[in-house]
Each structure stands twice: as C-alpha cells, then as structure tokens.
C-alpha cells in the first residue's frame, strides 16, 4: 500500500466522505458532528453537520468550539517535552522534585515520564470524582493536592502496567507550573496555541466566548431524549481535560507533530513522545505512547488521542507516513466520534487498495427501497455499492463494473447478486431517476424516495 496520498483518490474519498457523516449524523440521531481533515500539507476538509443548540435551532458551523476533554494529555505531553528540550525538567525526574507538596508521598516518587505513560498506579479520578456528573466542581490546586497526598490515590507500583490516570495528568500539570515558572494554562496558550497562531484552541473554559461553544448533550442508552448539559470549569485538571477546540485548529495542531515540522518540537522528541510502550488491553491491541494513543486503524499504524467530556465525545487520528490527520468531534455524550474518525482512514486505504480505475461518476448517489439505503461512490476511480448504515462503510464494498446503463456486480458476499446489474434509468439531464438493484427490487435516490401512507399490494 503506497504511502503517497494520491490527490484524485483523496479528493473522491472527501467527496464521500462528506455525504457519508451528512447521512450517519441524522441516522445515528447525533446533535451535531464537526470533522477536518489534514493532508497535503493543509486543510484538505472541513464541515459542520447538525445542531449547536438543538433548543434554539443553532446549526453546527466549522467554527463552534467543543471541549476535547483528554486530547489535552497530548497538549501536557508537548509542554513536557519542550521544557526537557530547554533543560528545565527531566523526564526521569521525580514528581517530588517539581511539586514539593507531596515529598515523602508515593505519588511523589513517580517520575515525569511514569505519569505520562500512565505508569504510575495511580488512581484514576478518585475516590469521589462525581465532578463528571457535575454534581459537584473540579478539583482546584488544593484540593487536586490533598488527592495526591491520600495513600488511597497510589493503588499499584509504578511500572506495573498500564493504568489511565486524570489524576496523573492533573499531577503533570503542576509539574508544568513549577518548571516553567507560570501557570500551566498560560504556558501552554503562549508555547504551543500561539504559537501555531490557532484562535480555535484554548486550555481551559472561557467565559468570554460561550457563545462559540456547542451545547453537549446526554446520551440516548438511559432515556428517550437527550438534555443539555452545562460547560464548566476544570481547574486543576485542565492538563488531563481542559482543552476546547475545533476540528479545524485541531488537526493544524497535530500536523505540527508530522516529522519535519520544528515549530513545537524537534523530531528526536516527537519520536520518544510518539513511540509506543504500553498495552492498553490485548496482545494486538491499541497502546499507550507518551501522552498519545498509538493504533491500528486497518492495516495502518496512527497516533492520536480521543475525549470524553460531559456532553462531548471527540476523536482524532494521524498517520505520520501519510501526512494525514483526522478529527471529528461530536455534542453527544455517546457520540460515536472514533467510529466517524476511522472511516475516513479506512475509505482512503479503500481507493488506494488497487491501481486507480476511470469509472463514470453518473451512477454515483444514494438511493433507497422499503429495505433500506445502498451508495454507490466513487472511490479510486472505481465503483462500490456501500452500506452507510455499516458501522464501517468500507468493510464489504461490493465492487461494480459499467456496462452501458448497467453495473455489473462483480464481487462481495455470495448472499447478494453477484454477476447481476444494477439496472439504471437516466432523466434528460442525465441524473438517475430509478436504479433496480440487489433482488431486483426498484429504488430511488434517496431525496426522491418517500413511502406510501400505507403499502398495498398493487
């Protein structure tokens, strides 16, 4: 599978892609998706679909804001690196030699780079950490430090294994302040937001601009209707869950961990920071680098990292070899961001999986029957029908080879019509009016297609 992205490929996929996040936005009853694209060196794609506010009928634009809650591990992760590239802090330091509040504690032995791996045994929120439910507020500086101060918060050795931590990363965020010299929130805004001239960006809430945030929603598994759920503060956890951003300046931001680029780190550090150590669960499974979620999506290796604040589910991914990063960023608290996220990868490795084809672009669209909804899209020059009620779009594509008006199947499952045609008619526009398809049965595009009041046989 070649590295290089090709641009015909690239822009079909987008192309798809768009009407694919349209559709499972308003199928999966999402509020809204935001998603961007990096690639080529630039935004390659940007939408909004849905709602910001679904009580005051606010459509999602590019620019609205979310909270993508653990994606500031990779933020603390960046800072971290950047004072050890300028020799005030070393990743074998211990916490206790940064953060003088807990010398003597279990916690205060950990070192910078236990935390950042989550390596250190430490609790993951607390014993009391209902803050999620915003039943009460985020920890402050104080009260973040008497967590850490409690034998409780040291629950295995360091080293042990794999073990998600906030209360780590809120850890790292002191040990930030204290090696920079000024507060974490304002460190990371002048090192690394500013920095790469993102306005979209930001470590913490800010009152200023709540207008620009989407509202978050809760989830549909406990109840019929989702209700709002309030933006708060976190305080001395912004280092493990702060951060606010659009899918846009998000993807920018990561692109400025791609090899080659200097403006954040040096390539030696954004190598340790990306190198993966840990298994986060089985054998083949994702793992944990040093502030950064390592993967397979496909056949692919990527990094990144995913979000999970009250009301916003986020998900971002970067394939280094490809110069490509993926963000998606949902207003639900069961968003499904990482599935919307992989989809994108997974299409773009489908149009690459063969030499480009040169099919006609006319059959292409979605097109419904009583049984459901099948696309046709052009990927690599070549036709596919595609489920995109599939949790994955790109699992089973059915290939589909012209022949005058027809399609001829030409592969997928034996239970479909293999060796048979979709059948197409053409009004004098040459825009599909009709397509009879798998069984034989007669569909329409999709925005043409209503059902009867009450089905009747003829």
């Not at 050795?157 to 809120?170: A, H, L, M, T, W």
């Not at 992989?342 to 489908?350: G, P, S, V």
């Not at 049984?371 to 994955?392: E, H, N």
């Not at 297609?449 to 009450?454: I, M």
Request: aromatic share 10%; net charge negative; hydrophobic share 40%.
């Amino acid at each position: 599978m070649s590295d290089a992205l090709d641009p015909d490929d690239l822009r079909e996929v987008l192309a798809y892609y768009d009407s694919w996040l349209a559709f499972n936005q308003r199928y999966q009853r999402v509020p809204g998706v935001q998603a961007a694209v990096f690639a080529a060196d630039g935004i390659a794609f940007s939408a909004a679909y849905g709602l910001a506010d679904v009580e005051n009928a606010v459509p999602l634009t590019e620019r609205h804001l979310f909270r993508i809650a653990s994606h500031s591990k990779t933020f603390t992760a960046t800072a971290v690196f950047q004072l050890v590239e300028q020799g005030r802090l070393r990743l074998d330091d211990k916490a206790g030699q940064h953060v003088t509040e807990i010398v003597g504690t279990p916690l205060g032995e950990r070192t910078v780079r236990d935390l950042l791996a989550h390596a250190g045994g430490i609790t993951r929120d607390s014993l009391d950490a209902d803050w999620w439910q915003l039943a009460k507020g985020f920890p402050d500086r104080d009260q973040l430090l008497e967590v850490l101060r409690h034998e409780s918060s040291a629950v295995l050795p360091e080293n042990d294994r794999f073990k998600y931590s906030n209360i780590g990363y809120g850890l790292l965020g002191l040990v930030v302040e204290a090696a920079a010299g000024t507060s974490y929130n304002s460190y990371v805004q002048t090192a690394i937001v500013d920095k790469l001239g993102l306005s979209g960006l930001g470590p913490e809430l800010d009152p200023a601009r709540s207008s620009e945030y989407a509202a978050g929603y809760s989830a549909l598994s406990y109840a019929a209707e989702r209700i709002p759920i309030d933006h708060v503060d976190t305080r001395a956890l912004a280092s493990a869950t702060g951060f606010f951003g659009n899918a846009r300046d998000l993807v920018t931001y990561f692109s400025a961990h791609l090899p080659g680029d200097d403006r954040l780190l040096t390539d030696k550090s954004k190598r340790e920071m990306q190198h993966p150590l840990w298994k986060t669960g089985e054998e083949d499974g994702p793992r944990y680098a040093l502030g950064l979620q390592v993967t397979k999506v496909g056949k692919r290796e990527v990094f990144g990292h995913a979000g999970g604040y009250p009301g916003h589910i986020t998900k971002t991914f970067v394939d280094g070899e490809r110069r490509l990063a993926v963000s998606v960023l949902t207003n639900a608290i069961d968003g499904p961001a990482a599935q919307f996220a992989e989809a994108a990868l997974k299409l773009i490795d489908l149009a690459a999986s063969k030499d480009r084809g040169s099919a006609d672009a006319r059959f292409t669209g979605r097109y419904a029957n009583l049984w459901g909804v099948t696309d046709i899209a052009l990927l690599g020059g070549r036709l596919y029908a595609l489920d995109p009620t599939a949790a994955d779009p790109a699992a089973e594509p059915t290939p589909l080879e012209p022949d005058g008006d027809y399609l001829r199947v030409a592969g997928g499952s034996g239970y479909g019509s293999y060796g048979e045609s979709y059948r197409f008619t053409f009004d004098a526009d040459g825009r599909v009016e009709t397509v009879r398809g798998s069984s034989g049965l007669l569909a329409h595009p999709i925005d043409r297609f209503t059902l009867p009041p009450r089905l009747t046989v003829e």
